[in-house]
Antibody, heavy 123, light 110 residues
Framework: EVQLVESGGGLVEPGRSLRLSCTASGFPFRDYPMTWFRQAPGKGLEWIGFIRSKDYGGTTQYAASVKGRFSISRDDSRTIAYLQMNTLKTEDTAVYYC??????????????WGQGTLVTVSS | QSVLTQPPSASGTPGQRVTISCSGSSSNIENNYVFWYQQLPGTAPKLLIYRNDQRPSGVPDRFSGSKSGPSASLSISGLRSEDEADYYCAAWDDSLTGWVFGGGTKLTVL
């Protein structure tokens, strides 16, 4: 089955770190860029960043709101994408989604979404 | 404050045609593709339209997208109760070098 499953969310204190995982199955993971989004409670969608496939250098790009605190990596052998979140703030509280594009071109839309994992930053 | 501007709400009766607008600028919509997502309550978003007017396999042709200059729109014809959801437009922004979204439009089927 083609799917993405996020894990690693939970309650964390401000200033701490958390790593989310996105485990992919059913498709050639290494061929696709992987992108993370988040959605704060009752709010809209916010792009966090993406990592290109190794064929395109495996480079990353981030939203200004998280640049320097969050980082995305991938392990193609295990078909997992990671979102490392450091120095967490209360405003980072959200459901976090990993996504895959419709085709390997990132300009084909975010077609496959995980179920989301809730991160709550609170003391 | 979202980079792309959508009306916060829209409504229609079953069978009607509803159009949701999305306004941007030259750094996003005018010079890049527009995408539309549907989010049913408590679920992950679903890609409805990509590259302005293309539908992924499985999306009914009741959904259509268009773009003109710095604005885009999503039209839903033959409105059904199951279309009640939040709809988001998105585009790449060359100035911000990132994906930007509209604030979302909550569609109510009366």
């Amino acid at each position: 089955e083609v799917q993405l499953v996020e894990s690693g969310g939970g309650l964390v204190e401000p200033g701490r770190s958390l790593r989310l995982s996105c485990t992919a199955s059913g498709f050639p993971f290494r061929d696709y860029p992987m992108t993370w989004f988040r959605q704060a409670p009752g709010k809209g969608l916010e792009w966090i960043g993406f990592i290109r496939s190794k064929d395109y250098g495996g480079t990353t790009q981030y939203a200004a709101s998280v640049k320097g605190r969050f980082s995305i990596s991938r392990d193609d052998s295990r078909t997992i994408a990671y979102l490392q979140m450091n120095t967490l703030k209360t405003e980072d509280t959200a459901v976090y989604y990993c996504t895959r594009t419709l085709r390997s071109d990132i300009l084909t839309g975010f077609y496959l979404w995980g179920q989301g994992t809730l991160v709550t930053v609170s003391s | 404050q979202s980079v792309l501007t959508q009306p916060p709400s829209a409504s229609g009766t079953p069978g009607q045609r509803v159009t949701i607008s999305c306004s941007g600028s030259s750094s996003n919509i005018e010079n890049n593709y527009v995408f539309w997502y549907q989010q049913l309550p408590g679920t992950a978003p679903k890609l409805l339209i990509y590259r302005n007017d293309q539908r992924p396999s499985g999306v009914p042709d009741r959904f259509s997208g268009s773009k003109s200059g710095p604005s885009a729109s999503l039209s839903i014809s033959g409105l059904r109760s199951e279309d009640e959801a939040d709809y988001y437009c998105a585009a790449w922004d060359d100035s911000l070098t990132g994906w930007v979204f509209g604030g979302g439009t909550k569609l109510t089927v009366l």
